[in-house]
């Protein structure tokens, strides 16, 4: 996917938004992504959750389940920080984005009809 380098930092703000409500597991995030129309392959998805990792906003421990382990990130205080001010960023690009634009009937619309 050629956009994928736009959409990068939103799918790592999806993630930390995620793993702030919930624990979060590779192969979830990744069906979460889907829904939201993203596709993103394990290979690209773990390196992202080992960076977060890295850098203090996540992190991880193996949890056993039946057969086989996974590794299971949770948020930590710098992540949900982290994730506080890319929020006031996202909703002032929010606002810029779609400024200019009228009121666009879709599924996403919460207008009242206006008639
Ligand atoms: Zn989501």
Redesign the pocket.
Known sequence: MTDQDLYVGLIRL?VL??SAQEPIFGLGIIE??R??GYEISAGTLYPMLHGLEKKGYLISQQERSGRRGRRIYAITPHGRQALAAAKIKVKELFGELFQDEPALPGPTSHCQTVA
Do not use: G, I, K
Request: charged share 15%; proline share 0%; aromatic share 0%.
């Open positions: 999806h938004h995620h979460e992504l829904h939201h």
